[in-house]
């Protein structure tokens, strides 16, 4: 089941909604689940929430998955630039998203010390790194890479969905230098075939930034997924197909399938 709440975002001063999975029998059992944060949570559950009319699909896939867990969608601002702003962890100049002077980091650190506790307060969870993880798209993927660096103390699993990395690679690459990485850690790095450019040799931009992402992480000892998505697109309906794939990695140790 789905439910939805509101929650004071204290970075921005402002209240945002929360959009939160719960098993079917939450309310009949005392068990406890592991939890999973999602960026832009309007788009996980519902067509008629989603930004364009198409989300995840993933209560769906919930409601049929063998391990019960909850998910905590947090929906994004949807004033102007605060989206890209919110979900940039860093400042920096790009030449397709422009400057953008990112609150990321103050994001994360809402996310991991504000509302995790509260999550693990009034909900039934189990609250260590090791069954809490985060995931996300585009900025969202981004964030998720940057929260598994920043906060491996808390998040354990990263689903990084065509990410936008490219626009602070340099800064996450120290970031990881400086961070202390659990060996446990899991990162899913995805793109599609049709997002992004390709150099003048045809290589994917976005193949070399994951693949040089996926090897940083690979030298402190995480374990990561690659996975290029043929025909793949920057839209919900092409991330909905990767549910799978990604969380059988994170939860489950499968291995990526070649193919979706």
Same mark, same amino acid.
């Given at each position: 089941?789905?439910?939805?709440?509101?929650?004071?975002?204290?970075?921005?001063?402002?209240?945002?909604?929360?959009?939160?999975?719960?098993?079917?029998?939450?309310?009949?059992?005392?068990?406890?689940?592991?939890?999973?944060?999602?960026?832009?949570?309007?788009?996980?559950?519902?067509?008629?929430?989603?930004?364009?009319?198409?989300?995840?699909? *993933?209560?769906?896939?919930? +409601?049929?998955?063998?391990?019960?867990?909850?998910?905590?969608?947090?929906?994004?601002?949807?004033?102007?630039?605060?989206?890209?702003?919110?979900?940039?962890?860093?400042?920096?100049?790009?030449?397709?998203?422009?400057?953008?002077?990112?609150?990321?980091?103050?994001?994360?650190?809402?996310?991991?010390?504000?509302?995790?506790?509260?999550?693990?307060?009034?909900?039934?969870?189990?609250?260590?790194?090791?069954?809490?993880?985060?995931?996300?798209?585009?900025?969202?993927?981004?964030?998720?890479?940057?929260?598994?660096?920043?906060?491996?103390?808390?998040?354990?699993?990263?689903?990084?969905?065509?990410?936008?990395?490219?626009?602070?690679?340099?800064?996450?690459?120290?970031?990881?230098?400086? +961070?202390?990485?659990?060996?446990?850690?899991?990162?899913?790095?995805?793109?599609?075939?049709?997002?992004?450019?390709?150099?003048?040799?045809?290589?994917?931009?976005?193949?070399?930034?994951?693949?040089?992402?996926?090897?940083?992480?690979?030298?402190?000892? +995480?374990?990561?997924? *690659?996975?290029?998505?043929?025909?793949?697109?920057?839209?919900?309906?092409?991330?909905?197909?990767?549910?799978?794939?990604?969380?059988?990695?994170?939860?489950?140790?499968?291995?990526?399938?070649? +193919?979706?």
């Amino acid at each position: 089941m789905v439910i939805k709440r509101d929650v004071l975002f204290d970075p921005a001063g402002k209240m945002r909604t929360l959009h939160i999975w719960l098993p079917d029998n939450y309310y009949e059992s005392d068990e406890r689940y592991p939890v999973m944060y999602f960026f832009d949570g309007h788009n996980l559950f519902s067509d008629a929430d989603a930004t364009y009319g198409k989300s995840w699909g *993933l209560a769906d896939f919930l +409601a049929g998955w063998e391990k019960p867990m909850i998910v905590v969608g947090i929906e994004c601002s949807h004033e102007g630039n605060m989206r890209l702003v919110e979900y940039c962890p860093y400042h920096v100049k790009s030449g397709f998203l422009g400057e953008i002077d990112g609150t990321g980091a103050a994001t994360l650190n809402w996310m991991a010390h504000t509302l995790k506790p509260m999550i693990d307060r009034e909900y039934r969870t189990y609250s260590f790194r090791e069954a809490t993880g985060i995931a996300g798209s585009s900025m969202g993927g981004l964030m998720s890479v940057y929260g598994v660096i920043r906060h491996n103390d808390v998040f354990s699993k990263a689903g990084c969905l065509s990410s936008s990395i490219s626009i602070c690679m340099r800064e996450l690459h120290a970031g990881l230098g400086r +961070a202390d990485i659990s060996p446990d850690t899991r990162v899913y790095l995805s793109w599609g075939t049709q997002e992004g450019g390709r150099s003048k040799t045809g290589e994917s931009y976005m193949l070399r930034t994951n693949r040089a992402m996926a090897g940083y992480f690979g030298e402190r000892g +995480a374990m990561t997924a *690659l996975y290029e998505q043929k025909d793949g697109r920057h839209c919900e309906a092409d991330w909905e197909k990767q549910v799978p794939a990604f969380m059988d990695f994170l939860w489950r140790d499968r291995p990526v399938p070649d +193919a979706l």
